[in-house]
């Protein structure tokens, strides 16, 4: 079955840049994107089609996808963007989500 | 803008079937090529994908899970619904439904409901 690979946590000072990975046997072959969850509430989508933001998502979230890995980069990050993130993509008909990555700001 | 809403059971007892339902509101299941989505997360864990519907009452189900699953639509109430059988402790989760843009992504989730399995 296929899997998708992210760090267990990631750390990032408020204003600098955080990177989130996502791996897979050809990732970028496929449509990645993101969803951000805080603690007890649903996730909500951040990126989709590798790089696209919904409305509403601020213009510090943005993604790309190549190769084996999909990344979820926030620029000037605030702590409000403390939260866990999760790629998911589609193998055939189904659904693959991420183990997830613990982004803390500090 | 479109609103779903799982509902059921807060307390399954093992080897029994859990039953939830996903009331979507604020348009029309049947509108737009959009599958419905069910998606678990156990506590302190991450999402899992159950499987999916279309309004045509095509299917996909994880493959982990597919020999439990059945996922049904009812479009005249605006609803799909999720029936996992012979449950154990490890399907206490919290349950989300959610609108699925194919190939795409998950753009509209429900609040979420925990089911926990125990006698």
């Known amino acids: 079955s296929y899997e998708l690979t992210q760090p267990p946590s990631v750390s990032v000072s408020p204003g600098q840049t955080a990177s989130i990975t996502c791996s897979g046997d050809?990732?970028?072959?496929?449509?990645a994107c993101w969803y951000q969850q805080k603690p007890g509430q649903s996730p909500v989508l951040v990126i989709y089609?590798?790089?696209k933001r919904p409305s509403g998502i601020p213009e510090r979230f943005s993604g790309s996808n190549s190769g084996n890995t999909a990344t979820l980069t926030i620029s000037g990050t605030q702590a409000m963007d403390e939260a866990d993130y999760y790629c998911?993509?589609?193998?055939?008909?189904?659904?693959?989500f991420g183990g997830g990555t613990k982004l803390t700001v500090l | 803008q479109v609103q779903l809403q799982e509902s059921g059971p807060g307390l399954v007892k093992p080897s029994q079937t859990l039953s939830l339902t996903c009331t979507v509101s604020?348009?029309?299941?049947?509108?737009?090529?959009?599958?419905w989505s069910w998606i678990r997360q156990p506590a302190g864990k991450g999402l899992e994908w159950i499987g999916r519907?279309?309004?045509?009452?095509?299917?996909n189900y994880n493959p982990s899970l597919k020999s439990r699953v059945t996922i049904s639509v009812d479009t005249s109430k605006n609803q799909f619904s999720l029936k996992l059988s012979s449950v154990t402790a490890a399907d206490t989760a919290v349950y989300y439904c959610?609108?699925?843009?194919?190939?795409?992504?998950?753009?509209?989730w429900g609040q979420g409901t925990l089911v926990t399995v125990s006698s």
């Open positions: 050809k990732l970028g072959d496929k449509y």
């Open positions: 089609q590798d790089s």
């Open positions: 519907i279309y309004t045509s009452g095509s299917t």
């Open positions: 998911q993509a589609w193998d055939s008909a189904l659904g693959v």
């Open positions: 959610a609108r699925d843009v194919p190939g795409i992504a998950f753009d509209y």
């Open positions: 604020g348009g029309s299941i049947s509108s737009g090529s959009y599958y």
